[in-house]
């Protein structure tokens, strides 16, 4: 048998792993049986660290000490505009290192960001060890199609410091290509659209029975659904201005608090025309007097809030298109990826632009993560193929004379790929020569993103224009780029992994190895995925909402005033009045419906209304994952009536009871 | 599985050969092949060559596909573009290179097609007056403009082609 190697979706807010087995692409839950575990880190007093959306609930106590959205900092230098953006909104503390690196302090320790990002990964090495019962070496990691060297770099780093063979790095729409068309046989053209937490992707392909070409791909590596939550909360703090003098940014705690809500507030509009965001004791008067936000907020209010950050998206979607010289109605499909996708004036606004409805079927949370599992399962096992033809998403550019930057690999242009370019010397006698390599659209060299210099010499000195030297730069299927400069007369070469201008030294990468604080993430155990089932069923126990009834949210423990409360659509539609629902329940009919035998894809605790396209993913999986034809799914009465507004930490608690119960110890990592 | 195996030492000699094949023949496509064909042509090759197709191969076998798969992505790159193809045909044809870098193959479809739209100012201008009369359908006033930009440049070819083109139209 072939060896197990996972598929990771490393996301801004979000993470999935899923792997390949029996045919069939499956995600891996975490120990509280969700699909996605959040992208967040907590650093406790006893240095002990918390991964996932128990990190994440801490964000509001102690948003010192919990880092989240590290992947927007990730192969970034200290003085780009993107870090100086993350400064200013976030609560941990980004300091300078060398190289215009940078690294956030958390209890006097200073961690760069690829730790951080090995450290989400090594929870999800965890989750799927204790899931698949065996040591998980070998993974495929998904990044943003957009990802610079850089980043692409830092990533892979990442994956090596969290004790990862990293197979491949694949681009995030490709990888949920590929879960759609593989193993079908389809000769189609599709699109991908992808708005993730931070950043906003659109490819373009075109499948041929088990081959992937990418025709385009283009993208914003800086838009994304936390500009969402950006805009919601510049609203309700300028409210927050208007009527009580406060200004809520200046105050970290009451930001965080903020945050919180407007990420719930956008998730329940998914599924609700209206919630009421309801933050008790946001802040206080200087006398002490407790001050509240209490507001309704309509989907359409935040439709109109994006409205241009859409249209950006579209904007990308225009030169994407064109790049592939194809247009709309050339495409047979189009594919959703990322939560924000699941708002309705997001998929209305794509139905529109690309004139045609979304498939359906998958998760858009799970279908990167599944199609890095069957990538994964065809590196390891040579029975099964799928060939990936990606682009270089940014052209290639070596400095010139006058502050340019010419090209040398454009944009979209297939990998793997090597070019070489002829130089000569400028000047009598010259010893060496500087190769300054840099990725961007822009013929002004300080526009793009300079990934490295190198200097070449011990060439014959000679007159000028004597010496010539060829630098060959290669890009590789990674989208990893590599630059060799040889003297043609002495075949003298010199080649580089282009250093990153902000990354990490080899030298580096060895102290973090050594240090192995990457091993101090604590995992939650998890029972063997059989009996994960049985604890799900228990723990979601069907309590089914009714609308008239008292809202247990309201009654119950006093975190959840902080939610935001959802008017589902057909449950206001007939109370005529707002509805709040109880948290995390599932109805009794859906729950009679799941096949207790297919032990793969468990109910997403954070997100229920989910659960019934979970539960069709994981059976139809290989076969296709997506329902062809098929309109976006509606809603049923009961999974409208569904909306998680627990607080995480009261959830994990109630899971973690049931789970760790469970004595399967072969399924726990080793100490 | 799709992929047509090539023994080791084929593989091998396709490597050492590499810059003695031109593009045509290292996708195995005819010179006047179409676009469908080279993509059939590319996604052959692929199966073959792809880096991920050979992960199971000794590493020196790894390397020598490695080159030979970025020659074949180079050679997509230049045939499916018909303004690249051009210059690469005109380069094969003057006993040049088999090999055309994809920067190089952009700067001479630039200076072609600059050659194409005339050398003279006002053989540029009429050639221009033609073009925009065929935009809106007016067949005799772009014949009129045409002669008039042949001229000022009575060795155009493109002109003398679309002038011919032109009256084939319109007859």
């Known amino acids: 048998m072939a060896e197990i190697a996972i598929g990771i979706d490393l996301g801004t807010s979000n993470s999935c792993v899923a792997v390949m087995r029996e045919g069939a692409a499956q995600v891996l839950p975490n120990a509280q049986g969700e699909a996605t575990t959040a992208s967040v880190i907590g650093v406790r007093e006893d240095g002990s660290i918390l991964v996932g959306n128990l990190a994440k609930a801490n964000l509001i106590h102690d948003p010192k000490h919990t880092i989240c959205s590290a992947k927007r900092l990730i192969g970034r230098a200290f003085q780009s505009p993107e870090v100086k953006k993350a400064k200013a909104i976030s609560g941990y503390e980004i300091v300078p290192a060398e190289n215009q690196g940078l690294r956030i302090r958390v209890r006097d320790e200073l961690f760069s960001i690829p730790e951080i990002s090995a450290m989400i990964l090594r929870e999800l090495k965890s989750i799927a060890e204790m899931r698949l019962g065996q040591p998980v070496k070998k993974a495929v990691i998904t990044v943003p199609a957009n990802f610079n060297d850089n980043q692409r770099q830092a990533t892979k780093d990442a994956g090596r410091i969290a004790g990862l063979d990293v197979l491949r790095m694949l681009n995030e729409p490709t990888a949920a290509a590929l879960a759609y068309g593989f193993g079908r046989g389809l000769s189609q053209k599709v699109a991908v659209y992808d708005l993730g937490g931070g950043t906003f992707d659109i490819s373009v392909l075109e499948i041929g029975e088990d081959v992937f070409e990418v025709l385009s791909t283009c993208g914003d590596t800086f838009l994304g659904g936390d500009d969402f939550d950006d805009r919601l909360i510049d609203l309700l703090a300028e409210e927050f201005l208007a009527k009580h003098g406060t200004n809520l940014r200046h105050d970290p705690h009451a930001l965080e608090k903020l945050k919180d809500s407007a990420e719930r507030a956008k998730k329940a509009l998914s599924v609700a025309d209206e919630v009421e965001v309801r933050i008790a004791g946001i802040t206080a008067k200087v006398d002490g007097t407790p001050l509240s936000i209490e507001r309704r907020l309509g989907v359409q209010e ?34 959703l990826v990322g939560g924000p996708t699941r708002l309705p004036f997001v998929r209305t606004a794509v139905r529109n632009y690309f004139q045609q409805e979304p498939k359906a079927g998958v998760d858009p949370d799970q279908v990167v993560a599944l199609g890095a599992a069957i990538h994964a399962a065809t590196l390891v096992d040579t029975r099964q193929s799928a060939y990936l033809l990606d682009v270089t998403p940014l052209s290639l550019r070596i400095g010139v004379a006058g502050g340019l930057a010419e090209t040398v690999i454009e944009r979209n242009t297939p990998v793997p790929i090597e070019q070489t370019r002829a130089f000569t010397t400028t000047q009598d006698g010259q010893e060496k020569v500087l190769i300054r390599v840099y990725q961007g659209e822009s013929r002004a060299s300080s526009e793009n993103e300079a990934l490295g210099e190198f200097e070449f010499g011990g060439f014959r000195r000679a007159a000028r224009g004597q010496v010539t030297i060829d630098v060959t730069f290669e890009i590789n299927a990674d989208g990893i780029v590599n630059v060799t400069a040889t003297d043609r007369e002495t075949d003298l070469k010199a080649s580089t992994r282009i250093t990153l201008s902000s990354g990490l030294s080899e030298g580096e990468i060895e102290q973090i190895l050594d240090e192995r604080r990457t091993e101090r993430v604590k995992t939650q155990p998890i029972a063997a995925p059989r009996e994960v089932i049985g604890a799900v069923r228990l723990v979601t126990t069907p309590v089914r909402a009714v609308p008239e009834a008292r809202p247990r949210a309201a009654a119950a423990a006093e975190p959840l005033d902080e939610a935001p409360v959802a008017k589902p659509r057909a449950a206001a539609a007939r109370a005529g009045a707002p509805a709040p629902v109880v948290p995390g329940d599932f109805a009794e009919d859906d729950l009679l419906d799941v096949d207790l035998d297919n032990e793969v894809v468990l109910p997403s605790r954070s997100e229920p209304e989910y659960d019934e396209e979970l539960i ?23 999974e409208e009536g569904l909306l998680d507004t627990s607080s995480d930490a009261s959830l994990f608690e109630s899971a973690g009871v049931d789970l760790t119960e469970d004595d399967s110890p072969e399924g726990e990592e080793p100490a | 599985m799709a992929q047509a195996e090539l023994a080791p030492t084929e593989i091998h000699a396709l490597a050492r050969i590499l810059d003695e094949l031109d593009y045509y023949g290292l996708l195995h496509v005819a010179p006047g092949a179409s676009v469908a064909d080279v993509k059939r042509a590319y996604f052959a090759s692929s199966r073959c060559f792809h880096p991920d197709a050979n992960r199971h191969l000794p590493d020196d076998l790894q390397v020598a596909i490695a080159r030979i798969a970025k020659r074949v992505t180079e050679a997509y790159s230049v045939l499916r573009d018909p303004r690249r193809r051009a210059a690469y045909d005109r380069r094969l044809a003057t006993g040049g290179s088999t090999r055309l870098q994809l920067a190089e193959a952009e700067a001479e479809a630039d200076r072609s097609e600059l050659q194409q739209r005339g050398q003279t100012p006002q053989g540029r201008q009429y050639f221009a007056r033609a073009e925009a009369d065929l935009q809106r359908g007016d067949t005799a006033a772009a014949l009129r403009n045409l002669q008039t930009a042949l001229t000022f440049e009575p060795g155009n070819e493109a002109y003398r082609r679309k002038l011919q083109e032109l009256r084939r139209r319109s007859r």
């Open chain 1, 616 to 638: 069709d993913a994981s059976i139809e999986a290989s076969a296709g994952l997506f329902d062809d034809g098929a309109d976006a799914p509606e809603l049923t009465e009961a």
């Open chain 1, 302 to 335: 935040l439709a109109v809030l994006v409205q241009d950050l859409m249209q950006r998206t579209f904007k990308v979607c225009d030169e994407a298109l064109q790049q592939a010289g194809v247009v709309a109605r050339d495409l047979d499909g189009v594919i």
